[in-house]
Structures are given as structure tokens and as C-alpha cells.
């Protein structure tokens, strides 16, 4: 595969790989390093993926991945903007600040520890925003699948939470 085809094959696809990553890693700069780490990937393998019958099925799944393992990297920058977007945004005392910072850092802890889909669907649709249609979208899940891992997974953090407070 020489290089315009490609650019003809591949790049109409961006847009979709862009929201995708965007909305697994919640910064552009993240999900633009993603793609352009898929793109090399893609380009290195282009004698092997010119036989791919669905390219854009495989660049999906190619960016969901690569996603899944930058976050599951060692970096709390994620967790850390999060929690400072949140303090940012009330206007309490230092005091209540501190305790409202520490219960965020407790429930990011808690969605951590979730199992991959889960907390994929749980950071999508609780803290970006995401309506149950692009998480389907994103994720290629039901919306059934979707609500089912929605409830369990606050279920978890409610009683893994209440399970932390009580003996503290």
C-alpha cells in the first residue's frame, strides 16, 4: 500500500477515532497523540492490514485499545484535573474543600478499581457527560449492556463507599 492510498483509506476516518478517543481520554491532546501512535501503527502494518475487509471496525478497535492501555498507564493526571475541576467550581471554605477533595479522591479510587467496562461506562456517562447514545457508539454496546453496567457500577461505588465511611 503506497502512501495516498493510505491517506484515502484511513484519514476519512479520523473524525470518528478523534471522538473516540476524546471520549475515553477526556483531553485533545491525549486523544491526538492516540491517533497519531494508531496512525504509525497502522502505516508500519500496511502490508499485513491491506487484507482487512472492515478498516474502520479495525481502526475502532485499534484506538479503543491503545486508549484502554493509556489509561490504564501509571498517571493521575486524569484523576487530578478531575478533582480540581470539581474543588474549582464551589466557592466553600478551605475546610470543606478539603474533605469535599478528599471524598472525589476516594470515589475516583473506587471507579478505578472497577472492572475495565464498567468504569469505561461510568467515566463516560458521569463525568463526561456523554448521553447513553455516544456511549453506545463509543463502546459498541447495547443500551441495554450500557444501563445494566451503569447500575452496577454505582451500586459498587455506593456500597464500597458506605462501606469506607462508616469506618472512618
Known amino acids: 500500500m503506497d502512501a495516498e492510498s493510505f491517506k484515502q483509506l484511513y484519514l476519512p476516518l479520523h473524525p470518528r477515532l478523534y471522538r473516540i478517543a476524546y471520549a475515553l481520554t477526556g483531553n485533545s491532546q491525549d486523544a491526538e497523540d492516540i491517533l497519531q501512535d494508531a496512525y504509525c501503527k497502522l502505516w508500519?502494518?500496511?502490508?499485513?492490514?491491506?487484507?482487512?475487509?472492515n478498516t474502520?471496525?479495525?481502526c475502532v478497535t485499534l484506538v479503543k485499545n491503545l486508549c484502554y492501555d493509556f489509561l490504564r498507564?501509571?498517571?493521575?493526571?486524569?484523576?487530578?484535573?478531575?478533582?480540581?475541576?470539581?474543588?474549582?467550581?464551589?466557592?466553600?471554605?478551605?475546610?470543606?474543600?478539603?474533605?469535599?477533595?478528599?471524598?472525589?479522591?476516594?470515589?475516583?479510587?473506587?471507579?478505578?478499581?472497577?472492572?475495565?467496562?464498567?468504569?469505561?461506562?461510568?467515566?463516560?456517562?458521569?463525568?463526561?457527560?456523554?448521553s447513553l447514545e455516544e456511549i453506545e457508539e463509543i463502546t459498541g454496546l447495547s443500551a441495554v449492556n450500557v444501563r445494566v453496567l451503569?447500575?452496577?457500577?454505582?451500586?459498587?461505588?455506593?456500597?464500597?463507599?458506605?462501606?469506607?465511611?462508616?469506618?472512618?
Open 73 to 130: 498507564s501509571p498517571r493521575s493526571r486524569q484523576s487530578e484535573e478531575i478533582v480540581e475541576s470539581l474543588s474549582m467550581a464551589t466557592g466553600a471554605s478551605p475546610e470543606t474543600e478539603a474533605i469535599e477533595q478528599d471524598e472525589i479522591r476516594l470515589i475516583q479510587q473506587l471507579i478505578d478499581k472497577l472492572p475495565e467496562n464498567q468504569r469505561q461506562v461510568i467515566r463516560l456517562k458521569g463525568i463526561k457527560d456523554c
Open 56 to 58: 474502520e471496525a479495525f
Open 150 to 168: 451503569l447500575s452496577r457500577a454505582r451500586k459498587i461505588i455506593r456500597e464500597q463507599y458506605f462501606k469506607l465511611a462508616s469506618y472512618g
Open 44 to 53: 508500519s502494518k500496511r502490508k499485513e492490514i491491506s487484507e482487512i475487509r
